[in-house]
């Protein structure tokens, strides 16, 4: 018998339309001077990269478990935080450049880990949802 991932895998205009909404929300609450409160900025804006990460990564690699892939996507994001702690002068540099900044970002944070874990919970929840097997009545 086989998975719920495996039986039906998610359309490919939904990756790429779901994909740019991520994209384009995450720039605006990042970079959109909207007034939003500093905590939401920072962590709105993690949460959502987290969440590009899982969306991508389950997009190319369409046949494997749900579940590999959060595996997966929260280890690639949490290896780039921790990444966060080496520093050099060249990649100091590229971290204040605008597209440093939002590939590795600039500082530590532990609550930010948390907070990638939490989205990719919830881009896996999204995408099971979206893989379920419509019922024919």
């Known amino acids: 018998m086989q998975s719920l991932e495996q039986s039906r ?15 384009a929300v995450g720039l605006g609450v990042r970079f959109a001077p909207i007034g939003l409160p500093a905590v939401v900025v920072k962590y709105g804006g993690s949460t959502l990269w987290a969440l590009m990460i899982y969306w991508v990564l389950s997009s190319f690699i369409r046949k494997w478990p749900l579940a590999q892939i959060a595996l997966m996507s929260g280890t690639v994001a949490t ?30 944070s532990g609550w930010d880990i948390v907070a990638y874990w939490l989205a990719i919970v919830a881009g896996v929840v999204l995408d099971a949802a979206i893989r379920k097997p419509r019922s024919r009545t």
């Open 79 to 108: 290896a780039v935080e921790i990444f966060k702690l080496y520093r050099s002068p060249g990649m100091d540099a590229f971290r204040l450049t605008p597209l440093g900044m939002l590939m590795l970002g600039r500082v530590f």
């Open 9 to 23: 895998q998610r359309p490919n205009w939904i990756s790429w339309g779901i994909g740019t909404v991520i994209v």
